[in-house]
């Protein structure tokens, strides 16, 4: 049995539903989580700081609408790294880290490519970053841009659906 297994065996259907309406609402008072739920709030309070605790539930974040911010530009970026050696894409992993025009990036398959998510206010804008300070980065040889045309799904919601069996 693997770990992520025995980890998740570990939570039970109250677990599971506290994640469930956590992530549809994070805001809740215990009390209404515990209602929503079918438990008292003492031991919903303390299953929650068990989920929190275990690292179950790293935090607490609001959803904020980027085009309201003026962000009307997503881009999709792959980073093709000089090498894929792991003591020389540690350089750009960590310059990728400080951006914070960069909403998440992942080591993707493939010898050195990264895939980044960038945001931008206008293509002028992504176009200064992508020359300024994309191509730029340690170790970066090339990189390929798509854009989002409209988003058809944004959810950062996780699939609970196998864990309750």
Not at 35 to 42: E, F, K, M, T, V
Not at 90 to 97: G, H, M, V
């Amino acid at each position: 049995m693997s770990s992520e297994e025995a980890t998740a065996e570990a939570l039970d259907r109250y677990h599971i539903a506290i994640l469930a309406e956590l992530q549809a609402d994070a805001r809740l008072s215990n009390a209404e989580l515990a209602q929503r739920i079918g438990l008292s709030a003492a031991p919903t309070w303390r299953r929650v700081k068990w989920l929190e605790d275990q690292g179950y539930i790293t935090g607490y974040r609001a959803e904020i609408d980027r085009r309201k911010l003026g962000l009307g530009v997503l881009a999709f970026v792959r980073l093709d790294a000089e090498r894929s050696a792991g003591a020389a894409t540690k350089p750009l992993e960590d310059a990728i880290r400080q951006l914070p025009e960069v909403i998440a990036c992942h080591y993707i398959s493939g010898a050195g490519t990264f895939e980044l998510q960038v945001m931008a206010t206008d293509l002028d804008a992504f176009s200064r970053f992508s020359i300024d300070t994309l191509l730029n980065l340690p170790n970066v040889k090339d990189i390929h841009t798509s854009f989002s045309l409209g988003e058809v799904k944004a959810s950062g919601v996780l699939p609970l659906g196998h864990l309750a069996g």
